[in-house]
């Protein structure tokens, strides 16, 4: 009796690299993140990773975009039929949920951090920009309402990364409640 090997496509290796490179990502940033840790990971050789991607900064804008991307089709489920207000109400519970996603959050963070670099900035700034505009288009809100949902975004993501929630510190439970909750 021989054993068979299915082998992966390309694509399905490509998704595999990413979901490895952004945990790399996530913890090490792009400076520090290793391709050969993210080969390991994805249970393939590093030369196939630069096959796949050409070099660790492509490998890195690939990941940001897709961890973007995903959070907008996140926002785009959440809003589905919804409109206004309830659209708006909903994108911010999801967004809540995702933040309980160390490694999203952290890649997320690394993205913004990594904007010093030209490339990596015009991708982090493409997908954010996807993100205002659908919930400027599915919310009807104005600039300032729009200005203080992704303030408040921003600010959740801090109190997340330092997992204030948990923290016992007075003025976090302090500013925790001042974005309305206790």
């Known amino acids: 009796m021989s054993a068979t090997t299915t082998r992966k496509t390309a694509e399905a290796r490509r998704e595999e690299i990413l979901d490895a ?3 790399e990502f996530a913890l090490r940033g792009l400076e520090g993140a290793s391709t050969e840790a993210i080969a ?7 030369p196939y990773v630069f096959r796949l991607f ?10 940001v975009a897709r961890c973007l991307r995903e959070t907008l089709e996140i926002f785009q489920r959440a809003a589905e039929g ?3 207000e309830e659209a708006l109400q909903a994108i911010g519970e ?3 949920e995702l933040l309980g996603d160390r490694v999203r959050l ?3 963070l690394q993205a913004y951090a990594a904007c010093s670099d030209p490339e990596v ?15 400027e288009r599915v919310s009807g809100v104005g600039p300032e309402e729009i200005s203080r ?24 439970a302090r500013l925790i409640a001042g974005c309305g909750k206790d």
């Open 21 to 23: 490179a952004m945990e």
């Open 40 to 46: 390991v990971k994805a249970g393939i050789s590093q």
């Open 54 to 63: 050409g070099t660790k900064k492509e490998l890195f804008k690939a990941s």
């Open 82 to 84: 919804k409109r206004g």
């Open 94 to 96: 999801a967004y809540g």
């Open 106 to 108: 952290q890649a997320q």
């Open 121 to 135: 900035c015009e991708v982090v700034r493409a997908g954010y920009g996807d993100l205002v505009t659908y919930v």
């Open 149 to 172: 949902f992704f303030a408040a975004g921003m600010l959740w993501n801090v109190v997340a990364a330092m997992d204030l929630e948990h923290s016992g510190e007075e003025w976090a």
